[in-house]
């Protein structure tokens, strides 16, 4: 929650976990679930929890991240947890110990936005500045330069055919070919232009399993995508 620290439902009722429970911080942004069955959960401030169902377990700067502003967690394939923050992505192996990414390593911009796992196992990272993309411990930029659209991306997905799909901070969303990924020579497609998503701000986009790519706004709603038509 914005302000409430997290409420863990079991069916029946809610139970809330703050401060006064050992939790991070207030204003939740972000919850993953780790192979042995922990949350963690990332809170702006906070740095991240980890909670093993009876207690929580806290990490900041002092503990190994490389901010306490905790935007974005996701967990990867192999069982590293990301925590994306404002000065880059702090990567927590299974052995509990860390590493950084951030300018420093190449990245467009620390302010991370939003984290994607692709069906490669290539890390997708959206920053206020563009796309990274962190695969075999290198990363690679996607910005204006190669073609894409606007800089403050909010959110990032796959489809089943393997076309990548980003929302963006009141520019509308795009989508990223398949085949184009594969090639390096990267072809945008803005989505909704003419019905006003270039407008508003992109929230979150979900493909499902009949094909249908439902959009999410801050401000219109939700829509659905197939086909070339919304």
């Known amino acids: 929650t914005a302000g409430g620290g997290v409420c863990q439902f079991d069916g029946v009722n809610f139970t809330q976990y703050d401060e ?12 993953v679930e780790d192979n042995s069955g922990n949350l963690w959960i990332g809170a702006t401030w906070g740095g991240v929890s980890r909670f093993n169902g009876n207690k929580f377990q806290n990490y900041h700067r002092k503990q190994g991240l490389i901010s306490d502003a ?12 990301f ?62 330069a190669d073609g894409l659209p606007y800089d403050h991306v909010t959110c990032i997905t796959q489809d089943s055919l393997g ?15 398949a085949v184009s990924i594969k090639s390096g020579q990267y072809d945008f497609e803005q989505i909704g232009a003419e019905e006003g998503l270039n407008n ?6 979900l493909p499902d399993d009949r094909g249908l790519i439902w959009i999410g706004t801050n401000g219109r ?8 038509e919304l």
Request: glycine share 14%; net charge neutral.
């Open 20 to 31: 006064r429970h050992g939790l991070c911080g207030p204003i939740v942004t972000a919850i």
């Open 70 to 81: 905790t935007t974005a967690l996701l967990k990867d394939r192999h069982g590293n947890i």
């Open 83 to 144: 925590v994306g923050s404002n000065a880059g992505i702090t990567i927590i192996d299974n052995n509990h110990e860390f590493s950084h990414l951030s300018t420093l390593n190449g990245m467009n911009s620390g302010n991370v936005t939003c984290l994607f796992e692709a069906e490669d196992g290539a890390i997708w990272i959206g920053t206020v500045k563009g796309i990274n993309i962190y695969d075999d411990h290198q990363i690679s930029t996607i910005g204006r």
């Open 163 to 177: 076309n990548i799909w980003i929302g963006f901070e009141r520019k509308g969303l795009v989508k990223l070919s």
């Open 200 to 205: 508003i701000t992109i929230t979150s986009i």
């Open 221 to 228: 709603g939700a829509f659905k995508y197939k086909n070339g």
